[in-house]
């Protein structure tokens, strides 16, 4: 089992930025993929972006140049870098992790609001 504690959200301005991290309570070893998604009010759960073990990335096409994914195997941790955000960003976000051994796990949910 998994468990993933995010920190981060927060209130920012169109163009503005912010940092969401996630610590996992397993090895970085343990854990196969992880990543970040996000929901919006009325909206299903999507992808922003993952990272394999092995550092391949995968974001989505709305975040892209935009956002940066990027994990700390030695703290256990991933971070998401949110560059020149925009209203549309406005979710509650997600960090994820899918263990080499099999399952998803998923943590509690940062707010993020960008205003206009």
């Known amino acids: 089992q998994v468990q993933l504690v995010e920190s981060g959200g927060g209130l920012v301005q169109a163009g503005g930025s912010l940092r969401l991290s996630c610590a996992a309570s397993?090895?970085?070893?343990?854990?196969?993929?992880m990543g970040w998604y996000r929901q919006a009010p009325g909206k299903q759960r999507e992808l922003v972006a993952r990272?394999?073990?092995?550092?391949?990335?995968k974001y989505a096409d709305s975040v892209k140049g935009r956002f940066t994914i990027s994990r700390d195997n030695a703290r256990n941790m991933v971070y998401l870098q949110m560059n020149s955000l925009k209203p549309e960003d406005t979710a509650v976000y997600y960090c994820?992790?899918?263990?080499?051994?099999?399952?998803?796990?998923w943590g509690q949910g940062t707010q993020v609001t960008v205003s206009s």
């Open positions: 994820y992790a899918a263990p080499w051994t099999g399952g998803d796990y």
């Open positions: 397993r090895s970085s070893s343990y854990i196969y993929v």
């Open positions: 990272m394999s073990s092995g550092g391949l990335t």
